[in-house]
């Protein structure tokens, strides 16, 4: 018989099988989540003189560097609307993922104090940088709204469909977030890979540039990177223009799911160790 003092004793056991999503147990620390989400948001503009003002600032000057360079000097097309805009609605959806993979990628290693002391599901950590991109891009929207009013770019029923490619967006995001930091628990490596993946993997990604330049024989490889319905499916979404190559699209899609499962997959497998690696 237990003593009146005894506590219960809560025993943690590795699953057996095929690893589950952990739903139930992510519900149950959702209030972890929440303080995770607040704590990464704050300490990015804490004793900033501009503070969420960044969120902006960055894609602006993107958006003028890139407007003079491919817009006016190269002359690259922009599905007949003005550059500034098409390369915008490309940069949105470019600068969530590059934003999540970057942060996503480090979750563990950076969290090493946290997963050391205390049990909480793995996953939490890489989720909350989620939630983060999602507050810069929410940001961001309103500056898009702005150039649609200053161009002339009047919103259409497409514009319903951005919820799809922002899922397909978080979806390729968390997928290569998990594989990395996964990864990165046991090879460090992995912190100097990203920043040079994420420089090249944009100018195979169509930011700056329509897919529609992309020969009709590299169509298929090309739509293996999942960034490609993405970007593709938010232009589309807002400016309602050029209809996108929706073969491109589906394969951008089922890469994106096949690499979802995978990452997870690993990530859940290899979770339990991470504590005695770190």
Do not use: C
């Amino acid at each position: 018989m237990n003593s009146p003092t005894s506590k219960p004793i809560t025993e943690i056991l590795p699953e057996s099988g095929w690893p589950s999503l952990g739903l139930r147990e992510l519900w149950q620390y959702r209030d972890m989540l929440k303080l995770l989400v607040w704590r990464d948001f704050s300490s990015r503009y804490r004793q900033s003189f501009i503070g969420v003002g960044w969120a902006l600032i960055r894609p602006i000057v993107s958006v003028v560097v890139f407007t003079i360079v491919f817009g006016k000097m190269v002359g690259v097309p922009s599905d007949d609307v003005p550059y500034p805009i098409f390369n915008f609605t490309g940069m949105l959806p470019w600068l969530f993922f590059a934003g999540v993979l970057a942060t996503s990628s480090q979750s563990m290693t950076s969290g090493a104090a946290l997963i050391s002391k205390v049990y909480f599901p793995r996953l939490i950590l890489p989720l909350s940088k989620i939630a983060g991109g999602l507050i810069d891009l929410a940001i961001q929207f309103a500056l898009l709204a702005f150039m649609m009013f200053y161009f002339g770019v009047s919103p259409t029923p497409k514009l319903l469909a951005i919820p799809l490619f922002l899922i397909m967006a978080i979806m390729a995001a968390l997928a290569l977030g998990l594989l990395l930091t996964t990864v990165s628990v046991k090879y460090r490596d992995v912190h100097h890979v990203v920043p040079f993946l994420i420089q090249t993997w944009m100018w195979m990604t169509p930011v700056v540039y329509p897919s529609s330049m992309v020969d009709e024989k590299w169509r298929y490889l090309y739509g293996l990177n999942p960034l490609v319905g993405v970007v593709d499916g938010f232009r589309w979404s807002v400016l309602g223009s050029v209809d996108p190559d929706w073969r491109m699209m589906l394969i951008s899609l089922v890469t994106t799911v096949v690499l979802m499962v995978f990452s997870l997959y690993y990530f859940r497998r290899t979770e339990s160790k991470f504590a005695d690696i770190i």
